[in-house]
């Protein structure tokens, strides 16, 4: 069975820092482009940073870069996000996804998901 599962969510106070984990099994997540994206309440879902398969490129937000850092272990089968400097309204759900095209691609096209983590930031 093919599954992504996030994890490292939590409270935080703001200016802290979190690492966020997509994890899989069935698959290997190098072959893949892995998104994260994040839901707030009441918000539409959004892209937060990609990387692209075998060690390629990454794209990160705007509202996110310099903060927030996207990297792969491949040894571990895992996709990392390093989210420093956190702010209130970074406060969401935040969901990775895998797309075999290898590509950064609209988070329509992305093949899997993982059920989301909740990242809180408050004081």
């Known amino acids: 069975q093919l599954q992504l599962v996030e994890s490292g969510g939590g409270l935080v106070q703001p200016g802290g820092s979190l690492r966020l984990s997509c994890s899989a099994s069935?698959?290997?997540?190098?072959?893949?482009?892995i998104g994260w994206f994040r839901q707030a309440p009441g918000k539409e879902r959004e892209g937060v940073s990609c990387?692209?398969?075998?060690?390629?490129?990454?794209w990160t937000a705007d509202s996110v870069k310099g903060r927030f850092t996207i990297s792969r272990d491949n040894a571990k089968n895992t996709v990392y996000l390093q989210m420093n400097l956190l702010k209130p309204e970074d406060t969401a759900v935040y969901y990775c996804?895998?797309?075999?095209?290898?590509?950064?691609?609209?988070?329509?096209?992305?093949?899997?998901w993982g059920q989301g983590t909740q990242v809180t930031v408050s004081s």
């Open positions: 996804a895998a797309d075999h095209s290898g590509l950064c691609v609209a988070q329509d096209e992305y093949d899997y």
């Open positions: 069935g698959f290997t997540l190098d072959y893949y482009a």
């Open positions: 990387i692209r398969s075998r060690r390629g490129s990454t």
